[in-house]
């Protein structure tokens, strides 16, 4: 049925070349009838010019270059000496391309910035996480934390600046009327993260464990905003029993 449907896409769409991944699924996901590509495959810049690489990396497919939400084959130079899809990878050109045209070739997740595991309970949906969220001081902190490959925070150690402004004066890190607004939105050009998640590399901040099990409230993002996960009023196993995976208690 699935090849049926898409079969059909396909002949509408693009009677010569196939408007369909297939060979290499890295950065895309199912949407429930196609593999389409995620925001992050191509979420960051291309090292060299965009025009170097339409040439060293050239479309064939009538949907042109990977964007968010299409089905446009990778473009075959990326990955493979292939001419049809589904080709086979060869892991050389795709580490090539990674580091030279990752936009291009639809593989900024699989750059240094995007390339690192989320948190195994996410208070959103990582995969479809857009631009303007990973700009939106609304969310930037909570995907620091949960889904850090989709914003390119990898390597920013879970801490964010909430606003994307923050160094353009960094006098207001020391001015003494806007240390509220600094300690919530200039986290991290201010030194402000807490210890468990400061600059530089990620670390796995509490415990050894890699999932943590549900949250039994859904007040839980409230309640952190509001120091519940650090306060000790509450015993560890309160806190646990309630709010584990946003405490990340494990
Ligand atoms: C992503 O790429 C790696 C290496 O090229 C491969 O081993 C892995 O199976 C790919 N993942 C998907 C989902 O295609
Ligand atoms: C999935 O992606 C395909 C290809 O872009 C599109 O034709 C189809 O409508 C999408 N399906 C859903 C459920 O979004």
Do not use: H
């Amino acid at each position: 049925m699935i090849a049926l449907i898409s079969m059909m896409i396909v002949s509408f769409l693009a009677p010569d070349v196939s408007a369909v991944i297939g060979g290499d699924l890295n950065c895309t996901t199912f949407n429930g009838s196609a593999f389409v590509w995620t925001p992050a495959a191509v979420a960051c810049s291309n090292f060299i010019s965009d025009a170097s690489c339409a040439v060293l990396y050239p479309t064939t497919d009538t949907l042109g270059f990977p964007a968010p939400g299409n089905a446009a084959g990778r473009p075959l130079a990326c990955y493979t000496t292939g001419s049809v899809t589904p080709a086979a990878v060869i892991q050389d050109m795709k580490t090539a391309a990674a580091s030279t045209c990752p936009r291009t070739c639809g593989l900024c997740c699989q750059t240094e910035a995007y390339n690192c595991p989320n948190v195994a309970y996410p208070r959103l949906n990582c995969a479809s996480i857009t631009l303007s969220q990973c700009n939106s001081p609304a969310w930037r902190t909570i995907i620091a934390a949960d889904c850090p490959s989709a914003c390119g925070f990898c390597t920013q150690g879970g801490c964010v600046d909430a606003v994307t402004n923050c160094g353009t004066d960094l006098s207001i890190c020391q001015n003494i009327g806007m240390q509220s607004f600094v300690n919530t939105y200039c986290q991290r050009t201010c030194g402000r993260c807490p210890s468990t998640t400061a600059s530089g590399s990620v670390t796995v901040t509490s415990g050894t464990c890699t999932s943590y099990i549900a949250d039994s409230s859904s007040n839980c993002a409230s309640w952190s905003r509001n120091g519940f996960c650090t306060n000790t009023f509450y015993t560890v196993a309160q806190r646990r029993s309630r709010c584990a995976t946003t405490c990340r208690i494990c």
